[in-house]
């Protein structure tokens, strides 16, 4: 009874995070541009936090990258298969593809929203680790709702969109929290 509750408590707080305080939180960054990026870290931050909470392990669990992971000077194509990388590991796409193998897991590469969408409808998982960066993610978790997903987001040395990269260990901290 009383872990029902807590679920059902859970379940609340994060539909209230995605639907009412992140339109809120964006709305306010469209005046305080300066902190648009660190509301969308808290809004990630705390949804992830939830998610956790709500115990969820699954096997069909999806594994989604952003494009701008793979270097620019790769030309190999893997946004249809990403088992196309040759896994020469000048990007993270190589232990991203380790890491998803050992685990048994479908990785996929999105290149835009409706890519994502289409993934989601197509592959129908109960759970998603999902990198992108902050705006994207934020954006993509709260489209998604009530389908739990965990963000991890990219680091941009070069700037956005363009060889970014993520840690390979939040990564598997993510999946491992899906995992049973
Ligand atoms: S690991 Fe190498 S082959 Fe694979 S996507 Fe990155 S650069 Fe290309």
């Not at 509750?5 to 939180?25: E, M, S, V």
């Not at 809004?43 to 115990?55: A, F």
Request: hydrophobic share 45%; charged share 25%.
């Amino acid at each position: 009874m009383w872990v029902k509750l807590k679920i059902l408590w859970i379940r609340f707080l994060r539909a209230f995070t995605l639907k009412i305080l992140y339109p809120f939180l964006m709305l306010l960054g469209a005046f305080i541009k300066s902190k648009k990026e660190s509301f969308q870290d808290f809004i990630i931050n705390l949804n992830n936090k939830l998610v956790k909470k709500l115990g969820i392990k699954t096997s069909k669990l999806l594994i989604m990258l952003p494009h701008c992971l793979q270097i620019d000077k790769c030309d190999i194509r893997i946004t249809n298969d990403i088992n196309n990388c040759k896994r020469c590991g000048r990007c993270n796409v190589k232990d991203l593809i380790t890491v998803a193998e050992e685990c048994n897991l479908k990785l996929y590469v999105a290149t835009g929203g409706s890519i994502a969408r289409k993934l989601v409808k197509d592959i129908r998982p109960d759970a998603i680790v999902a990198v992108a960066c902050q705006r994207d993610l934020s954006s993509g978790i709260a489209d998604s709702h009530p389908l739990p997903v965990i963000g991890v987001h990219n680091e941009r040395p070069f700037g956005p969109c363009y060889n970014t990269k993520v840690s390979v260990e939040k990564v598997q901290e993510a999946i491992r929290a899906f995992i049973q």
